[in-house]
């Protein structure tokens, strides 16, 4: 049984705002650490429950030579298998492989989110609103699709209350999720202890890996209007190259009727798939 675990920072226990997420700052270290550990919980619970395979995607941009590259690998479970990209969720080698399961750990809610511990979407300053077909969606929904594109369930999303929100209203009853913080505003939150975290972590991964039946693979339609709202208008053409190619590295969307993108006076792009 292979297992896809995406990992992002935000959502960790134990961190709470930006510093303890960007590369060269003091906090970033013991971020790394707490994340990297609750990624290897999850890969525990994996294992446990009949996988034989786990890879790893980073998908946290911590800045400079840290982006996609904040996991500790001396310190990763040594059963795992791990990548480092050169850009957003770019890997989709083990999708393509054949992938039973994907594990999102460390998740954080879309931008605005009123509840959201460090909310965002892709960008904190650059971006403003994705929505695939009319329907919003963070970074969880954004990973869902890639997976979804391989036949690959999401089962398991960890984080803030709101991160496990979203993706159960996006993905249904049946994920798994586990709660590691409490956000009380966008830079304050109150945390399970990091053992506990992981603990609650391992677990939830078991049972959800052993069930992945219990969510089908996410499929936001076809064909698929990709709206992304930007903050100000001079991010619109490095975003229309970035959608261009990162569709074309998507073999099941190269049977698309249309691609199409173009600006609006509210600043946005749009791709139809």
Partial sequence: MRVFIVSDMEGVAGITNW???????????????????????????AFDAG??????????GAGG??????????????????VVQHEW??????????????LFVGMHAMAGTPDGLMNHTVSGTDWRRVTFNGVE???????????????????????????????????????ETVQVKTALGRFSARHKTPAVARELIEAGARRA??????????DPGHP????????????????????????????SMHEAIQLTSH?????SNATTL
């Fill in 65 to 82: 030579g840290w982006s996609f590259n904040s996991l500790i690998a001396e310190q990763l479970d040594r059963r795992v298998e791990f």
């Fill in 263 to 267: 600006k609006t006076r509210s600043c």
């Fill in 89 to 102: 969720t770019e890997y989709t080698g083990a999708l393509e492989d054949g992938c039973d399961a994907a």
């Fill in 224 to 251: 698929c209007e990709i709206r992304v709202e930007l903050a100000t208008s001079d991010f619109t053409d490095p975003i229309d190259i970035a959608l261009r190619k990162r569709v074309a590295s998507l073999p």
């Fill in 51 to 60: 996988a034989t395979e786990v890879v790893v995607m980073d998908c946290h």
């Fill in 19 to 45: 510093p303890g997420v960007t590369g060269g700052d003091p906090l970033y270290d013991e971020g790394r650490k707490l994340y990297t550990e609750e990624i290897n919980a999850a890969a525990r619970g």
């Fill in 209 to 218: 890996v052993a069930n992945p039946g219990a969510v089908q693979p996410y």
């Fill in 137 to 175: 969606v963070g970074e969880t929904g954004i990973n869902a699709a890639l997976c979804g594109t391989w036949g690959c369930p999401v089962v398991l999303v960890t984080g803030d209350q709101a991160a496990c929100r979203e993706g159960t209203a996006l993905l249904g009853d049946g994920l």
